[in-house]
């Protein structure tokens, strides 16, 4: 997913740019509290997406050795994932195959958060 999108293109300065931008749109999706069903799976996929592009960033960033503060980041991802926990459908399945998403990107097992061990889901 987002496989289009190259950040290592960027200047650092425009890297920090798209790294801000993106947690002020990962703020505005998470504060929409979506239930985890099948009605609301599109706009569920909008938050999945925004997080892939979060992980993209950051991980320029490591390779580049750029200091983000995480900290927003995290508050948002342990909010949506406590969401996540108490208003998903348990018939609710996000992607029936998922193998190509390592369960330490978290947000692609969303359905099944509490699942996934501490080490899982707290990967950036």
Avoid: G
Avoid at 32 to 42: K, N, Q, Y
Avoid at 77 to 104: G, M
Wanted: hydrophobic share 35%; charged share 35%; with cysteine.
């Amino acid at each position: 997913m987002n496989d289009i999108l190259d950040f290592s293109t960027l200047s650092n300065t425009d890297l920090q740019k798209e790294y801000d931008r993106s947690i002020k749109e990962y703020h505005r999706l998470v504060d929409w509290d979506l239930e985890l069903t099948e009605s609301e799976d599109a706009e569920v996929y909008l938050i999945l997406t925004e997080r892939d592009v979060l992980h993209k960033i950051i991980s320029v960033c490591e390779e580049r050795k750029i200091e983000l503060d995480y900290t927003v980041l995290r508050e948002l991802d342990k909010r949506w994932q406590a969401w996540a926990a108490n208003h998903t459908d348990p018939e609710y399945v996000l992607i029936e195959k998922r193998d190509q998403f390592p369960k330490t990107k978290w947000w692609w097992w969303i359905d099944r958060i509490a699942e996934l061990t501490e080490q899982e889901r707290i990967s950036l």
